[in-house]
């Protein structure tokens, strides 16, 4: 960076319904994992910073949870979907991301709704998933949204494919304030690496599990040891509701956990850039759900 050149800085927050691929897009212009993705909905469970840095310009961009109707009743929906609108009422700009190629569902209408009253986001508005679609389709929902709303800006991209996301942060870049930075340069994301160790396992249960499973687990890291040779090794326990899940988590003859543990080794050595020892333990706790200490961890309301 120019020493001497005015430094700008904005938070932009990324919302949108479950899946619309918002992690996959701030993991794509970060160039490294900052936020787990899966093909399930509700995997990103807390806010994520992701941190980039554009000539003088730092641009901290906020992953949030997907906005979606929470079940009143499960208090880790209530929390993680509170969650997702905090994310927002700190934002410089929103980057509202819709997945093009399904129909846009009942939570993007909740929060073009909520957009539509309080207009004092600018809000811009980005296409993802277009490596699935065609144009003519593109072009007609992107009239459709934009005639009924107000956007700053329109962009159409494949966070996937990383195709059209350096359009979209070139005008990020141009359009934050002027600012100081406020994190240090080499700086990509604000999660501690023993939580985000234990997100890299979520992700391959989320990955390799079916069904309801993954929502009714948990990863935490318990020890966290480096050796003078620079090797690590992570003790991690996958806390289950169930004690009919352990026979799934750990599948015939450990084969399951064993696949995971690889996994989230390899992608862990490549993070960290050293040599990993990964131990996975599974413990049933019935109700992990409840526990506020876990809430607090992920800065999450437990009375959302
Ligand atoms: N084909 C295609 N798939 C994509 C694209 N972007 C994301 N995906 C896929 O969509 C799925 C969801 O991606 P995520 O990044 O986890 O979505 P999210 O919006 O963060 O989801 P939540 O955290 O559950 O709210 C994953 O399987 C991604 O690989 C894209 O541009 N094209
Ligand atoms: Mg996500």
Same mark, same amino acid.
């Given at each position: 960076?120019?020493?001497?050149?005015?430094?700008?800085?904005?938070? !932009? &927050?990324?919302?949108? /319904?479950?899946? +619309?691929?918002?992690?996959? =897009?701030?993991?794509? @212009?970060?160039?490294? $994992?900052?936020?787990?993705?899966?093909?399930?909905?509700?995997?990103?469970?807390?806010?994520?910073?992701?941190?980039?840095?554009?000539?003088?310009?730092?641009?901290?961009?906020?992953?949030?949870?997907?906005?979606?109707?929470?079940?009143?009743?499960?208090?880790?929906?209530?929390?993680? !979907? &509170?969650?997702?609108? /905090?994310?927002? +009422?700190?934002?410089?700009? =929103?980057?509202?991301? @819709?997945?093009?190629? $399904?129909?846009?569902?009942?939570?993007?209408?909740?929060?073009?709704?909520?957009?539509?009253?309080?207009?004092?986001?600018?809000?811009?508005?980005?296409?993802?998933?277009?490596?699935?679609?065609?144009?003519?389709?593109?072009?007609?929902?992107?009239?459709?949204?934009?005639?009924?709303?107000?956007?700053?800006?329109?962009?159409?991209?494949?966070?996937?494919?990383?195709?059209?996301?350096?359009?979209?942060?070139?005008?990020?870049?141009?359009?934050?304030?002027?600012?100081?930075?406020?994190?240090?340069?080499?700086?990509?994301?604000?999660?501690?690496?023993?939580?985000?160790?234990?997100?890299?396992?979520?992700?391959?249960?989320?990955?390799?599990?079916?069904?309801?499973?993954?929502?009714?687990?948990?990863?935490?890291?318990?020890?966290?040891?480096?050796?003078?040779?620079?090797?690590?090794?992570?003790?991690?326990?996958?806390?289950?509701?169930?004690?009919?899940?352990?026979?799934?988590?750990?599948?015939?003859?450990?084969?399951?956990?064993?696949?995971?543990?690889?996994?989230?080794?390899?992608?862990?050595?490549?993070?960290?850039?050293?040599?990993?020892?990964?131990?996975?333990?599974?413990?049933?706790?019935?109700?992990?759900?409840?526990?506020?200490?876990?809430?607090?961890?992920?800065?999450?309301?437990?009375?959302?």
């Amino acid at each position: 960076m120019n020493e001497n050149a005015q430094q700008k800085f904005g938070f !932009v &927050a990324v919302i949108g /319904e479950p899946n +619309a691929g918002k992690s996959t =897009l701030i993991n794509n @212009i970060i160039g490294t $994992k900052v936020s787990i993705v899966s093909s399930k909905v509700q995997t990103t469970r807390t806010r994520v910073l992701g941190i980039a840095i554009e000539n003088q310009t730092q641009i901290v961009f906020v992953d949030t949870p997907g906005i979606f109707q929470p079940d009143m009743k499960n208090k880790m929906e209530r929390a993680i !979907v &509170a969650s997702a609108w /905090e994310g927002v +009422a700190d934002a410089e700009a =929103l980057v509202l991301l @819709i997945d093009a190629s $399904k129909k846009i569902g009942g939570s993007t209408k909740i929060i073009l709704e909520r957009l539509r009253e309080d207009k004092s986001k600018r809000c811009i508005l980005v296409l993802n998933k277009i490596d699935r679609m065609r144009p003519q389709a593109l072009l007609d929902i992107s009239e459709q949204l934009n005639e009924e709303n107000d956007f700053e800006a329109t962009f159409m991209l494949s966070a996937l494919k990383g195709k059209g996301v350096p359009d979209l942060l070139k005008y990020l870049e141009k359009n934050m304030p002027d600012g100081v930075w406020h994190f240090p340069e080499d700086q990509v994301t604000d999660m501690p690496m023993r939580l985000m160790a234990a997100e890299v396992t979520r992700e391959k249960l989320f990955q390799s599990l079916h069904q309801e499973l993954p929502y009714h687990l948990t990863v935490e890291s318990d020890a966290w040891e480096e050796f003078d040779n620079g090797d690590v090794k992570i003790d991690q326990t996958i806390y289950i509701a169930r004690e009919a899940h352990k026979k799934i988590v750990i599948g015939k003859g450990g084969a399951m956990l064993k696949k995971i543990g690889q996994s989230a080794r390899l992608e862990l050595e490549e993070i960290l850039d050293t040599k990993v020892h990964l131990k996975l333990f599974v413990k049933v706790q019935e109700n992990w759900l409840e526990d506020e200490d876990r809430y607090s961890l992920w800065g999450l309301d437990s009375n959302a």
